[in-house]
C-alpha cells in the first residue's frame, strides 16, 4: 500500500530528517495541502484537520484523524474538553496582570501562570502508548523549547504522573501525537497537544528511533508489512 505524506510547502523545508525517516520505512510520496488525488493512506502534518477530513470522507485512513487534530489546535476547545473530563488545567480567560496587560483580543486564550516558570515536560505517544518524556528547562525564558536554547533531559515519568498522562490518552483517538504539561507547585498540569509533533529532542537525547516506531504502527494500521 502506498501513502501520501502531506506537508506545509514551508514546514517540509524545516522537517527534512523526519520526511527522508518516513520514506525509509514506508513506501509514501511527498505532498503540499494541495494535493486531492488517490492514496491507501495519509499522514497529515500540517495541523488543518480539513485536509484530513477531505480523505477521510472519501475512506482513506488518515494519521491523525481529523478529530484529534480539530481538537489539538483550538486551545479553547481543547481546554474546555480536558476541563470537562476531569484534566487539570490552569484558569482560562484570566484576567489579570501579568496574563493581560490591558484588555482581551478575540481569537486568543488568556491563562493564569503556572507557579513555576520556564519547566515543561513534554510526553511522545503513539497509538495512545507513551514512548518517552523529555523535561524542557530554561533559565532565561519563560518558555521552555529545545529549539529556543532550553536544555532537555530524558525524563521518567511517576506512577502519579503516568496516570494523569494515560488518562488523557484514554480520552482521545490519536496515533503520534505529544502532550505538554506545565509544572505547578510539584505537580504536572495538562498545557496543550501537539498534533504534529517533532522528534528532534527524541533523537538527540534518546536512542529511540520514533519515526520508525511510528512507521511500523502505521504500517500495522493499514495491513501491510
Known amino acids: 500500500m502506498s501513502g501520501i505524506l502531506i506537508y506545509s ?8 530528517f523526519a520526511i527522508n525517516k518516513f520514506k525509509e520505512n514506508l513506501d509514501i510520496k511527498l505532498a503540499d495541502e494541495n494535493y486531492d488525488g488517490k492514496a491507501d493512506f495519509v499522514i497529515n502534518r500540517t ?21 484529534l487534530s480539530m481538537l489539538a489546535n483550538n486551545k479553547q476547545l481543547c481546554y474546555e474538553f480536558m476541563y470537562k473530563n476531569g484534566i487539570e488545567i490552569l484558569p ?11 484588555k482581551f483580543e478575540p481569537g486568543f486564550v488568556y491563562q493564569k501562570p503556572c507557579a513555576t516558570l520556564g519547566k515543561d ?3 511522545w505517544a503513539i497509538g495512545g502508548k507513551i514512548i518517552t518524556a523529555i523535561l524542557r528547562e530554561s533559565d532565561t525564558d519563560f518558555r521552555s523549547n529545545f529549539c529556543l536554547g532550553g536544555k532537555a533531559t530524558p525524563y521518567e515519568l511517576n506512577h502519579d504522573e503516568t496516570a494523569l498522562v494515560k488518562k488523557v490518552l484514554s ?3 490519536s496515533d503520534y501525537i505529544g502532550i505538554d504539561f506545565l509544572f505547578d507547585n510539584g505537580h504536572l498540569i495538562f498545557n496543550e497537544i501537539e498534533d504534529t509533533v517533532g522528534a528532534r529532542m527524541v533523537y538527540d537525547k534518546t536512542d529511540i528511533d520514533i519515526i520508525k516506531l511510528y512507521c511500523n504502527y502505521i504500517k500495522k494500521e493499514v495491513g501491510t508489512k
Do not use: C, M, T
Open 9 to 16: 510547502e514551508k514546514e517540509a523545508k524545516r522537517n527534512i
Open 47 to 67: 495541523n488543518n484537520y480539513i485536509i484530513a477530513q477531505k480523505f477521510e470522507q472519501k475512506g482513506i485512513r488518515v494519521f491523525n484523524p481529523s478529530s
Open 92 to 102: 482560562i480567560n484570566y484576567s489579570e496582570i501579568p496574563a493581560v496587560k490591558e
Open 121 to 123: 515536560l513534554r510526553v
Open 171 to 173: 480520552l482521545i483517538k
